[in-house]
């Protein structure tokens, strides 16, 4: 048996990679982990926290705003300190950081400082050094892609936004997913005149339809300026920041043109190649049901090898991986209803099929919409609404999709997802009684499908 350094050295500490070296350690490990920046990976840096931080930041304009329906009076007009929010969240982030550091200390974990690459199977190179191990797992995350247009030089990514300096009056945001939105609902809030430029005719490609016409006519409401049907084809340094010139010719001034175009695993430097490891044909690590690489003792997971760009398939991707490796033995994720939420004003939160796929899946379905003014808008005075979808399959009766926009929605779906991994059926959903006044009460008291 040849001997090794460790059981496991896993490169990349994000959100997959710190969480299969800990519970990995927990189960008697002895493992390694590289990490070249801070610990935390997109998720904790320049993803999902420091993004969720900022839209509560852009929640108060709304409830300002609204407060005076309800009494409030305000001495002056609420002032926003972008650069002490900035140092806010600097410090969380920091603080998380050391979170992360501790975690992984406190389980036994190796932490090695340094940019990592494969030399073969069993070994790792940080700075000179090189470590073996009996397996290792790339979790490398990835990272924001841009497409090749002219001036892109003048653009920023996502990891970008939480540092801007100064504060962007006018944003241009390009893309029409998860982090364009996002992005877009945000400076949105927070007092910037937001212009979204998207290819398409609607918003948020692989969400429910009516979904996505409901989201982008709310967005519209709350001032952003949405533009669909529309690319931009090249981006210039104007004498007041960039200026982005349309498909039709038009041209738009902006202080900040943000490129939400997609992200791309993070592969380069690796030594993937030398090692032997096969991409597939997004670039991403080909990976089997296991996790495994095409070189046996090499795994993957999260960003740089799946398709679902979320950080808890990526937790759960690990522990898959720890489980097989070092604790209960080999079990499947299962990748049907994943709910997700975008962090939209109004949010997003939606779990299962969309009402296109649900057809395509599962044959004839009843589908049930409500779109409604929620309580707290008949006295805020603002005209935001809020939108629910089930959809059915008739054979059986089961919820197989649920979509929301409103208030919240990621806290809602949350818990109606573990109803419908368990099967739920409409009839179920209607014999739940809600709980009053509440949005989330509706999604147990639609009783008529919609016609056709
Ligand atoms: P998405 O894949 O969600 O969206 C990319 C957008 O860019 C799409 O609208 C796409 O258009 C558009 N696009 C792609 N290429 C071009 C191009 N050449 N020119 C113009 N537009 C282009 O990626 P994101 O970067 O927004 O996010 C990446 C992933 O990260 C998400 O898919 C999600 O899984 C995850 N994420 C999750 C969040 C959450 O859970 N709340 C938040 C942020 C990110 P088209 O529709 O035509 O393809």
Not at 76 to 98: M, S, V
Not at 306 to 313: F, G, I
Not at 437 to 448: I, L
Request: hydrophobic fraction near 40%.
């Amino acid at each position: 048996m040849p001997t090794f350094d460790f059981d496991l050295f896993v490169i990349g500490g994000g959100s997959g990679g710190v969480r299969a070296a800990r519970m990995a350690a927990q189960q008697g490990a002895r493992v390694g982990l590289a990490e070249a920046a801070e610990l935390g990976g997109t998720c904790v840096n320049v993803g999902c926290i420091p993004k969720k931080l900022y839209s509560y930041a852009a929640g108060y304009a709304e409830s300002f705003e609204e407060s005076a329906g309800y009494g409030w009076k305000l001495p002056e007009a609420p002032q926003f300190d972008w650069a002490y929010l900035k140092t806010q969240r600097a410090k969380e982030i920091t603080r998380l950081n050391g979170v992360y550091a501790s975690l992984l200390k406190n389980s036994g974990v190796t932490l090695v400082t340094g940019w990592a690459q494969l030399a073969d199977g069993h070994t790792v190179e940080v700075d000179g050094k090189r470590h073996t191990a009996r397996h290792l797992l790339v979790a490398t995350g990835g990272t924001p892609f841009v497409p090749e247009i002219p001036g892109r030089e003048h653009i920023v990514t996502s990891d970008a936004m939480f540092d801007l300096s100064p504060f962007p009056k006018r944003l241009l945001v390009v893309g029409g997913g998860y982090i364009a939105c996002e992005f877009a609902s945000i400076f949105n809030g927070l007092g910037a005149k937001v212009t979204q430029l998207h290819r398409r005719a609607h918003l948020l490609t692989g969400f429910d339809d009516d979904l996505r016409q409901f989201v982008a006519h709310e967005m519209g409401k709350a001032g952003v300026d949405v533009r669909l049907n529309i690319e931009a084809t090249s981006i210039a340094r104007g004498p007041n920041g960039p200026v982005v010139t349309l498909a039709r010719g038009q041209q738009i001034d902006a202080d900040t043109v943000l490129f939400a175009t997609g992200r791309v695993p993070n592969t380069q430097g690796l030594g993937l190649e030398a090692a032997g490891v096969a991409l597939d044909e997004r670039g991403a690590i080909a990976v089997d049901a296991n996790y495994r690489s095409s070189v046996p003792s090499i795994y993957a997971v999260g960003d740089v090898s799946t398709r679902v760009q979320l950080t808890p398939v990526a937790l759960a991707e690990a522990m898959v991986v720890v489980d097989a490796l070092f604790g209960q033995g080999k079990r499947a994720l299962d990748y049907e209803f994943i709910p997700t939420a975008v962090f939209t004003h109004p949010n997003i939160g939606t779990c299962g099929y969309t009402e296109i796929d649900a057809r395509a899946r599962f044959g004839e379905v009843a589908v049930f919409s409500s779109e409604f003014k929620s309580l707290r808008h008949t006295l805020s005075g603002r005209g935001e609404r809020t939108f629910m979808k089930l959809v059915v399959q008739k054979a059986t009766d089961r919820v197989v999709g649920l979509h929301m926009v409103g208030a919240d929605a990621g806290e809602i779906v949350q818990g109606f997802a573990v109803a419908m991994r368990a099967g739920a059926t409409k009839a179920l959903f209607d014999s739940t009684v809600g709980i009053h006044p509440t949005a989330a009460e509706e999604f147990v008291t639609m009783r008529e499908p919609m016609p056709g």
